[in-house]
């Protein structure tokens, strides 16, 4: 009998058995070839990262300004331009990647020699600028003081407020490039403010002086009198003693500030102006000045807070840069005449 088509199973050389066999593997290529594009991708975002960690970057230390405004794009174009990095674009997505790219601030950078994408995108999210230094002598008027700050080229803005005479620490500041003139001005009245509010409690008994102003304007005048540090208790000292008993103070250099403001006076004081009646004239008035003459740094204060305890009420210059001190006037005057001969020899 002879097989039933319907009931027998298909021939070897059926074609629909072939058509589920090239499925099956297209299939297994395209998995295949997924999986090596992901290990492709995979290998390729491991050694990028690996890139962005050990690379060393510039052979030379550099230098780089990052102007404020900078996105990651600008940023990382600015880095590869000037040698720091290798590759803006896997930089970009290392910053990204990390999450820091919105932290990154904006300012001169020193980019060691040798350092890493990782190491220069720590360096701008942790904003460690290139450190500069602006030194505020000791002494200074308030104008002269503003001038300085106004001719550093790496500070910006304009200077909108002028402090008060005696309201500026003198110290050495460190400042970075596109720091605000007005807001290093700030930091000096603040400094100055710490300063007298450490040290005024500290002070000695008795003292003729009542307020920290009293002790700032007191301060300015050691500060002019005297260039040698171990000098600034004794010549405190002297003012000290003056005020208890009602002395005036005869400070030539309370003279000069009625005269100039705070500017030099460029010469010795004439006669006329020691017999001119400013406020600042402490050889016709008795007690201190109306305002500080000069911007008194953190010794002098301590220095009028704490004098010597001495009876000296005098001193004039011993040609060597300090003073001879006197209890009496008699000892004062043999003090002049040898000053006066050791001019008259030079």
């Given at each position: 009998?002879?097989d039933d088509p319907a009931t027998s199973g ?261 006669q006329s102006e020691l017999d001119r009646k ?69």
């Amino acid at each position: 009998m002879a097989d039933d088509p319907a009931t027998s199973g298909p021939a070897p050389d059926d074609p629909i058995p072939k058509k589920k066999s090239k499925s099956r593997t297209l299939i297994k290529w395209a998995v295949a070839l997924f999986l090596l594009i992901g290990i492709v991708v995979a290998a390729l975002a491991g050694y990028g990262y690996w890139l962005f960690q050990h690379e060393p970057g510039n052979q030379d230390e550099i230098v780089i300004v990052v102007p404020k405004g900078s996105g990651v794009l600008k940023t990382a174009a600015l880095l590869e331009e000037a040698g720091a990095i290798s590759d803006r674009r896997l930089f970009a997505v290392g910053v990204r990647l990390h999450g820091t790219d919105r932290y990154l601030k904006a300012g001169e950078y020193r980019i060691p020699a040798g350092a890493t994408m990782q190491q220069v995108m720590q360096l701008l999210h942790d904003g460690r600028t290139v450190a500069r230094l602006l030194t505020i002598p000791e002494g200074l008027s308030v104008k002269q003081i503003l001038a300085l700050v106004d001719a550093e080229e790496a500070l910006t803005g304009e200077i909108t407020k002028t402090p008060p005479e005696g309201a500026l620490l003198p110290e050495t500041y460190h400042i970075s490039l596109g720091d605000s003139r007005d807001e290093l001005v700030q930091r000096m009245q603040q400094h100055m403010t710490d300063a007298i509010e450490t040290h005024w409690p500290n002070r000695a008994e008795g003292l003729p002086i009542n307020t920290p102003d009293e002790a700032i304007i007191l301060a300015s005048i050691v500060e002019k009198e005297t260039a040698v540090a171990s000098e600034r208790p004794r010549v405190a000292a002297v003012f000290v003693n003056r005020l208890r008993l009602g002395m005036m103070l005869q400070s030539d250099p309370t003279i000069i500030y009625g005269l100039t403001g705070g500017e030099p006076l460029g010469r010795r004081i004439r006669q006329s102006e020691l017999d001119r009646k400013t406020p600042y004239n402490t050889y016709h008035f008795a007690g201190l000045p109306p305002t500080p003459i000069a911007n008194p740094g953190i010794e002098s204060i301590k220095a009028v807070l704490n004098p010597l305890e001495t009876k000296e009420l005098y001193f004039v210059a011993d040609g060597t840069g300090g003073h001879a001190f006197a209890k009496t006037y008699r000892e004062h005057q043999a003090n002049v005449r040898k000053w006066r001969r050791l001019n008259k020899n030079r």
